[in-house]
């Protein structure tokens, strides 16, 4: 396999997303109390709790926020200012190492997404970071690969796509051809190819 250029995710690949702590999220959620149309109270802190694992997108369109709901978290989300005390995993430094041009791709609000980003300080680490915020119009994981294969005009042959989740960028991988890995750190994805941290990427990068 000779790859050439590095496609990531960020959440659960590069750091341990819950490290966040659900309290910087709590006045963000809490403001769905105010406007609820759609939900018993307890069945909305069961969709809160959802918010906590997925995307906003995810959430809302499985759940069927009304606009209302929709429209009063965006105006919050952007009265708040996120300032999130996270790192990287340790084998981060693993990844760092390999000196091949990287492109960061993730998934969700894109004022929380560039939040978390800052926090971690690793901008410089990447050519690209490209928000798929699915609320601003986004095409997907998969629309955001094709976009950066045609902007730098990359060998899809010389791609190898890094992530935690099945269905999203390692699917968004397999339907356009393009090589890929599973990270699982706990080690608990009956999956092919995976590894378990980035210290074994080198075998996929040689
Ligand atoms: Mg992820």
Redesign the pocket.
């Known amino acids: 396999m000779s790859i050439k250029t590095l496609f990531l ?5 590069i750091f341990e997303t819950r490290t966040i702590g659900y309290h910087h999220f709590a006045d963000l959620f809490n403001v769905l109390d105010s406007v609820n149309d759609r939900f018993s109270p307890e069945k909305l802190e069961l969709v809160k709790d959802e918010l906590w694992k997925y995307t906003f997108h995810e959430v809302a369109e499985r759940y069927g926020f009304s606009n209302q709901m929709i429209h009063a978290y965006f105006s919050r989300m952007r009265e708040m200012n996120f300032s999130f005390d996270i790192s990287p995993y340790p084998d981060y430094r693993e990844l760092q190492n390999i000196s091949l041009p990287k492109y960061l791709i993730t998934s969700g609000s894109e004022p929380i997404q560039q939040a978390k980003i800052r926090a971690l300080g690793i901008e410089s680490d990447f050519i690209q970071i490209c928000y798929d915020d699915r609320m601003q119009g986004s095409p997907g994981k998969a629309g955001i690969f094709t976009q950066l294969i045609h902007q730098d005009d990359l060998d899809p042959e010389g791609i190898l796509v890094i ?3 099945p269905e ?2 390692i699917k968004a991988a397999k339907n356009l051809g393009l090589h890929y890995v599973l990270i699982d750190r706990k080690g608990s994805v009956d999956f092919k190819p995976k590894i378990q941290s980035f210290a074994e990427l080198a075998s996929f990068t040689y």
């Open positions: 995710d960020l959440d659960y690949t992530g935690d989740n999203s960028e």
